[in-house]
C-alpha cells in the first residue's frame, strides 16, 4: 500500500482546482474524481475549456445541474478560428498532419495563460477561500506547471492505466541505453529506422518526464493488485481506483453527448446475461465495410444487444448507413443509442459481454462490473489494455483482422460465441471485480489511499 508522503495536513479550508485535458476520456474520469473529493468535504473547483463546458451541459439534466457539488469554470482554448482541431474523431489526425499552430499552440501556449488568468481571477485579495491545489492532467502537463510557477500545491492526475505511464517514464533510460535515439527512432540494434513509439507519443513522454522530475503523487485510476508491476516502477503513484459512483448523484456527468437511458428500460425487459454492449468510446471511428461487417456480424450471432453508435463514427460521413434492412431485421433483439449511460448499463444483470475498444476508462468500469470483454483496440494504449486483459488477466478475447485488415463478420460472430460460451473467463471477471471491490471498501488499498488523498489536500 502506498501513502502520501508530500506536505501534510493543512490548517486552513483547502480549495482544489481540477484541470483535465479537453477530451471526454480525460474529462469524465477527472470529474468522477472531482465529485468524490466534493463528498469527503473538499472545495473543488473544475475547470474545462468554453468548448467542453458547453457540450458538458448541454448534455446534463436540469436535476444533475442542481444536483453538481462542484463549481464549473471555463477558459478559452482560443480555437475559434479552427473548431475542427478540438476534441473528436478529428483530433488525432490533426495533432499529427498538420502538426501547424492550431491545436499545438493552443495546448502550449493559449491554454496554459488562459488558466492561470482563471485562477488570478478567483484568487482575488478578498477572497476567503482562494485555490491552494491544482489536480491537473498529467496527459496536460502544462497544468501542474502553471500551478508550480503560481506557487500552488499540485497532484497529476494519470486517466490511463499504469503500464503506459510506466513505459513513458522509462524513454530517457531507453535513449541512454541505445534502444531508441532521441527523435525515438529504434536504434540499429534493435530495429533500424522504425519509430519506436508515433512521433507524437515519443514528444508527449518526453514531457512527462519533464512534470515528474520534482517529486508529485500520481493519482491512477486502477487499484494496485491489477497491475502491482507498472505500479512499482512509478515513483509517488497513488492508486485510487475504481472511484465509486457517488450513489446518490448522477455518477455520468461529464459526457459530451446527452445519456439516452431508455436503454436501461429496454435491458429491463431482458433476461440475465443475455444482451451484448457494443461501445468504441469518444474517438475511434470506422470505414463504412467494416461498420457493415460489424453491423452483420451482430445479426449473425443471434444474441441480443446494445450497441452504441456515435454520430461521426463512420470515417468521412455525418450519417450512420446500416446494411440494407439491417434496422428492421434486428428491431426485436437489437437496441443502438447515441451515447448511453456506460456504466450503469455494464452494472446492469442482462449484460454478458462488453465489445470495447479498450480505452482505459472502458476497461475499469467493464472490470469494476465483472464483465469479460471482446477487444478491439483502436490506437494508442488501448493495444496494451488489450493485452492485460486477454492475456494477463484473462477476462477477454480479441478479434482477428483477416488479410485486407478487416474484422470480418464471420470472425465476430465466432469470438462473440466463444465468450458467451466461456465459463472460465466469467469466473476470472467476477474475481476481478470482487477485488475491485475489496480495493475501494474500508481497510482496501485504493480506499486508503484515496482516505490519505482527502488528508492530504486538508479536509
Ligand atoms: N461512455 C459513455 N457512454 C457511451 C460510451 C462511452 O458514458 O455510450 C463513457 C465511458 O463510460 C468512459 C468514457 O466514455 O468513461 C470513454 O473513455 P475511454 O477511456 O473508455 O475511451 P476514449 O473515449 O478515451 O477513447
Redesign the pocket.
Known amino acids: 500500500k502506498k501513502s502520501v508522503s508530500q506536505g501534510g495536513v493543512m490548517d486552513l479550508p483547502q480549495h482544489v482546482l481540477v484541470v483535465p485535458s479537453p477530451?471526454?476520456?480525460?474529462v469524465?474520469?477527472l470529474m468522477?474524481l472531482a465529485y468524490n473529493l466534493a463528498y469527503h468535504g473538499i472545495k473543488v473547483t473544475f475547470a474545462n475549456s468554453q468548448f467542453v463546458e458547453a457540450n458538458i451541459l448541454a448534455a446534463m439534466s436540469e436535476a444533475d445541474k442542481e444536483q453538481c457539488p462542484i463549481r464549473l469554470v471555463s477558459y478559452s482554448d482560443g480555437l475559434e478560428a479552427c473548431p475542427e482541431e478540438r476534441n473528436g474523431p478529428g483530433l488525432i489526425t490533426s495533432l499529427e498532419e498538420r502538426n501547424g499552430p492550431g491545436l499545438i499552440t493552443s495546448l502550449k501556449e493559449v491554454m496554459p495563460k488562459n488558466v492561470e488568468k482563471l485562477i488570478e481571477q478567483i484568487n482575488q485579495p478578498d477572497n476567503k477561500e482562494p485555490i491552494t491545489c491544482v489536480i491537473g492532467d498529467l496527459t496536460a502537463g502544462w497544468t501542474l506547471e502553471v500551478a508550480r510557477k503560481m506557487g500552488l500545491k499540485q497532484v497529476a492526475v494519470w486517466?490511463?492505466g499504469p503500464a503506459s505511464l510506466a513505459l513513458a517514464l522509462r524513454i530517457p533510460q531507453l535513449i541512454e541505453a541505445g534502444v531508441i535515439d532521441e527523435n525515438g527512432m529504434c536504434s540499429t540494434k534493435s530495429i533500424p529506422g522504425k519509430p519506436a513509439l508515433q512521433k507524437i507519443l515519443f514528444d508527449f513522454s518526453l514531457a512527462i518526464n519533464q512534470v515528474v522530475k520534482n517529486p508529485i503523487i500520481v493519482l491512477c485510476n486502477t487499484y494496485y493488485e491489477l497491475d502491482s508491476s507498472s505500479c512499482a516502477m512509478i515513483p509517488g503513484i497513488l492508486p485510487i481506483g475504481p472511484l465509486p459512483a457517488i450513489s446518490n448523484l448522477n455518477p455520468?456527468s461529464?459526457?459530451f453527448?446527452s445519456?439516452?437511458s431508455t436503454c436501461l428500460s429496454w435491458l429491463d425487459k431482458r433476461p440475465p446475461n443475455s444482451v451484448i454492449y457494443i461501445?468504441?468510446?469518444?474517438?475511434?471511428v470506422f470505414s463504412q465495410k467494416q461498420f457493415d461487417e460489424l453491423a452483420l456480424g451482430l445479426e449473425l450471432s443471434g444474441h441480443s444487444f446494445l450497441w452504441?453508435v456515435?454520430p461521426n463514427i463512420v470515417s468521412g460521413s455525418s450519417h450512420e448507413y446500416y446494411p440494407d434492412n439491417f434496422l428492421e431485421r434486428i428491431a426485436s433483439r437489437g437496441m443502438i443509442?447515441?451515447?448511453?449511460?456506460?456504466?450503469k448499463?455494464?452494472a446492469h444483470p442482462s449484460i454478458s459481454c462488453f465489445f470495447?475498444?479498450?480505452?482505459?476508462?472502458?476497461?475499469m468500469?467493464g472490470v469494476s462490473n465483472g464483465v469479460p470483454f471482446l477487444c478491439w483496440p483502436?490506437l494508442w494504449d488501448?493495444f496494451d489494455n488489450k493485452k492485460y486483459i486477454c492475456e494477463m488477466w484473462k477476462v477477454g478475447l480479441a478479434l482477428d483482422c483477416d488479410e485486407d485488415g478487416i474484422i470480418s463478420r464471420h470472425e465476430i460472430k465466432t469470438k462473440i460465441h466463444n465468450l458467451v460460451t466461456n465459463d472460465g473467463m466469467k469466473m476470472n471477471a467476477k474475481k476481478l471485480m470482487e477485488d475491485a471491490k475489496k480495493s475501494v471498501s474500508q481497510g482496501g488499498g485504493s480506499y486508503e489511499n484515496f482516505k490519505s488523498l482527502v488528508k492530504y489536500l486538508g479536509a
Open positions: 477530451a471526454q476520456g480525460h469524465k474520469p468522477k486517466p490511463a455520468c461529464g459526457s453527448l445519456q439516452d461501445a468504441f468510446g469518444s474517438t475511434a452504441v456515435r443509442v447515441k451515447w448511453a449511460p456506460q456504466e448499463v455494464l470495447s475498444h479498450c480505452g482505459w476508462n472502458s476497461t468500469e483502436y488501448q
